[in-house]
């Protein structure tokens, strides 16, 4: 599905990414770990196309996209939802989702009372609703929900697109443990053939969620395996969870 080789990216004299190679499987739930200034937002920018590499390659199922804007991976089904929540405060959770539905259905030129009549997209929107529990609030405005829910609709968005590859950084970002436990069940609920990629920083959620895990520092990769693996490297455990060698 997705492999990156030797892939590196520079600001001014400052080497954030370098030589990291990875490959992710179909289907498979990959986590991101790492401390702070690891350089993980910085892949999932290189990724998606919101910056381009200093060098190296990404190539998605099968085709070398190093060079593709962003509008193109989104157009191949590479999709994100972001950190700090990206939504539109004075529209719907509805119109959000509609807009999203409609930009992935070739209908993001038409206004929301038009895309609204179409099945397709109504379709689209009620069954990504019901995969990021919010349903029932459809027609709530976005600046009178909770903070939890709109990090459940910034994972609507992306998903609404039908991506095949979603790339989701800290969805659990300044929630509370019943949030968690809620994209615990989003997550295990999504199907596998949704590949994902997931940069997240509570440690019991990524380790029950993850396939295999990528640990960056300074940019580089410093291991890579499975949970259990992952838990019992020395190395890991000291530049991430903080113990000594």
């Known amino acids: ?68 804007d962003a509008v193109g991976r989104a157009s191949i089904g590479i999709a994100r939802s972001y950190q700090k929540n990206n939504l539109f405060e004075n529209l719907t959770i509805r119109e959000n989702l509609m807009l999203a539905a409609s930009a992935a259905t070739g209908k993001s030129n038409w206004f929301i009372r038009d895309a ?37 609709l910034e ?6 697109t039908k991506p095949s590859l979603l790339l989701m950084d800290e969805p659990t970002s300044g929630v509370g443990p019943a949030m ?21 920083h509570d440690m019991d959620l990524a380790f029950s969620i993850a396939d295999r895990i990528t640990v960056l520092n300074f940019g580089e990769k410093v291991f890579e395996g499975t949970p259990a693996e992952t838990r019992g490297n020395a190395t890991v455990r000291q530049i991430y969870l903080g113990e000594a060698k």
């Open 180 to 200: 968690i436990d809620r994209f615990h069940h989003l997550l295990d609920s999504l199907p596998r053939d949704i590949t994902i990629l997931i940069i997240e």
């Open 1 to 68: 599905m997705l492999k990156v080789d030797q892939l590196s990216k520079d600001f001014g004299g400052l080497q954030v990414i370098r030589d990291l190679s990875f490959q992710v499987a179909d289907g498979e739930r990959r986590v991101i770990l790492g401390p702070n200034g690891a350089g993980k937002t910085t892949l999932f920018h290189l990724l998606t196309g919101v910056k381009q590499a200093s060098s190296g390659n990404i190539s998605y199922a099968g085709t070398d996209i190093s060079a593709m």
């Open 155 to 160: 994972v609507g968005l992306a998903l609404a």
């Open 116 to 152: 609204s009549l179409h099945a397709d997209v109504k379709t689209r929107i009620e069954e990504t609703a019901e995969m990021v529990a919010l349903s029932d609030q459809l027609d709530m405005m976005v600046n009178a929900i909770s903070y939890g829910n709109r990090r459940q």
